[in-house]
């Protein structure tokens, strides 16, 4: 029903910043809430940040709050992620992912739509 497509991942170093896109296409009508996750090699997906239909309300995880912003622009249908102060701990695939009505959340069992992922790396 609803496709997300990742984009903007690739190698940065430690310190730097970078710019994460996700395309929604499909039936997106409804207003879906967003949020980006993230998951290293070994370790489980953990969250980063999500946000409501129209950008009004944001939610952020410990480790991006502060560094990273979570925003959207519903006319191009597209969500970002500005990542700044990289740093290696961040280095992992991250994930697009939509649901269907709602405020934004950051439990991963909320959300019914995922993107395939795009790969973040921060050198030291």
């Known amino acids: 029903q609803v496709q997300l497509v990742e984009s903007g991942g690739g190698v940065v170093q430690a310190g730097g910043s970078l710019r994460l896109s996700c395309a929604a296409s499909?039936?997106?009508?409804?207003?879906?809430?967003m949020a980006w996750f993230r998951q290293a090699p070994g370790k489980e997906r953990e969250s980063v940040a999500s946000?409501?239909?129209?950008?009004?309300?944001?939610l952020y995880a410990a480790s991006a709050k502060g560094r990273f912003t979570i925003s959207r622009d519903n006319s191009k249908n597209t969500l970002y992620l500005q990542m700044n102060s990289l740093k290696p701990e961040d280095t992992a695939v991250y994930y697009c992912?939509?649901?269907?009505?709602?405020?934004?959340?950051?439990?991963?069992?909320?959300?019914?739509?995922w993107g395939q992922g795009t790969q973040v790396t921060v050198s030291s």
């Open positions: 946000i409501n239909w129209s950008g009004s309300n944001t």
């Open positions: 992912a939509a649901k269907s009505m709602g405020w934004p959340e950051l439990s991963t069992k909320a959300y019914t739509y």
């Open positions: 499909g039936r997106t009508v409804s207003p879906y809430a």
